[in-house]
């Protein structure tokens, strides 16, 4: 959970972050230690408060957010993490394969 990361890095006390999501405090201090879950709803929240992905507040994503101009759906970041996970010759061969894609396209 990276929430007093964040909370952190915008300068704002976890009395201040209680009042802005109406919560007390020790449920604030909870959340952070790991000892109460946030809920559903409360979590897409926080997340929308700090620009981040549910998937990178909870840590489980090293990117913080998604460019808005670009589509990315769950399909596509399936296949990239099959990408990534190919040797480097198998790379070249799905890069290549790409690189004919677009070429026949113009």
Not at 16 to 36: C, D, H, M, P, Y
Not at 44 to 56: E, L, S
Not at 71 to 99: A, F, G, H, W
Request: glycine share 2%; hydrophobic share 35%; no cysteine.
């Amino acid at each position: 959970m990276r929430l007093t990361e964040l909370r952190k890095e915008k300068k704002i006390s976890q009395k201040e972050f209680s009042l802005i999501f109406n919560v007390a405090q020790n449920t604030v201090s909870q959340w952070e230690t790991g000892k109460r879950s946030i809920d559903t709803e409360t979590l897409k929240k926080i997340a929308d408060y700090f620009m981040v992905t549910t998937d990178y507040l909870l840590g489980l994503d090293e990117i913080k957010s998604r460019p808005s101009h670009l589509e990315i759906s769950e399909d596509d970041i399936t296949l990239l993490q099959k990408i990534k996970n190919l040797s480097p010759d198998k790379r070249e061969i799905v890069d290549t394969v790409i690189k004919v894609n677009n070429s026949d396209k113009k």
